[in-house]
């Protein structure tokens, strides 16, 4: 946009006989700054849409209108990481992706605007800083208790089976958490008490990782609010060890 050009005016906008707007007092041949230059044009705007639009069609299931599994697979591919990899689940975060394994235009739209990414290029060197956003304890307790959601595939369901929460810990907190991880993961399998685990459960183990002393565990009270399964895992890292 040259200088001096004014930003096209919206339908209906009223202005008073100085030419400001009755609305919110600019005038009607001002542009409106941001800091470090101007708004872009509602036309870059919308062109910047299109893009995210054919980017989503181009993965996209034409009968479903949605990114499916096979879809995400070949997104994975353009993006060069596996299907696994907890950046994906990162990525459906950041869209607020309610169904596992599927995207609706929406959702894309919400998570690519979010990220300035406008073709799998963009996308695929956006990664890094997602990971760093998602990191930030601010984030990571939401970005946490929304994996357990997104497993959640059933109507109605509440919790999910012990296998696929040894997967879910390792993805989410192997990263930063790997001993508390390990020692969690092979009581889980080897416990017979507990087949499923639900929201409370999977919330304590994220407590337990962040305010638990580790191995040495001295900082453990029984008598505080820890799920039972956290007092049976604890009273067997005990016993193992002395």
């Known amino acids: 946009m040259t200088r001096g050009q004014s930003y096209p005016e919206v339908a209906g906008t009223r202005w008073n006989s100085r030419g400001m707007c009755k ?8 542009k409106t700054k941001k800091k ?11 062109k910047e ?33 596996e299907h696994t990899d907890v950046r994906i689940l990162m990525l459906a975060w950041k869209m607020q992706s309610e169904k ?12 690519l605007k979010a ?10 060197k956006a990664l890094p800083e997602l990971e760093k956003e998602v990191r930030r304890p601010s984030n990571f307790v939401e970005f946490y208790s929304y994996a357990f959601q997104y497993c959640l595939t059933e109507e109605k369901q ?20 790997r001993p508390q991880v390990d020692a969690l993961i092979q009581y889980l399998k080897t416990q017979t008490d507990y087949k499923v685990i639900n929201m409370d459960q999977w919330m304590g183990f994220y407590r337990f990782v962040n305010e638990i002393s580790f191995p040495d565990l001295s ?24």
């Open 158 to 177: 509440k919790s999910i089976d012990v296998e696929s929460i040894c997967l879910l810990l390792d993805l989410v907190l192997g990263f930063e958490f």
């Open 36 to 46: 470090g230059g101007f708004y872009p044009s509602s036309k870059a705007a919308n």
């Open 100 to 111: 596992q394994g599927y995207f609706s235009l929406d959702e894309w739209r919400r998570g």
């Open 115 to 124: 990220l300035r990414a406008d073709t799998a290029q963009k996308l695929k």
């Open 23 to 30: 609305l919110c007092g600019h005038h009607r041949h001002q």
């Open 219 to 242: 900082n453990y009270d029984p008598f505080l609010a820890w799920p039972l399964i956290l007092d049976n895992f604890v009273e067997s890292l005990r016993a193992m060890h002395g």
């Open 49 to 81: 849409l299109e893009r995210i639009d054919q980017l989503f069609h181009t993965y996209a299931n034409t009968s479903s209108g949605m990114i499916d599994p096979e879809g995400i697979e070949f997104l994975c591919s353009d993006l060069e990481v």
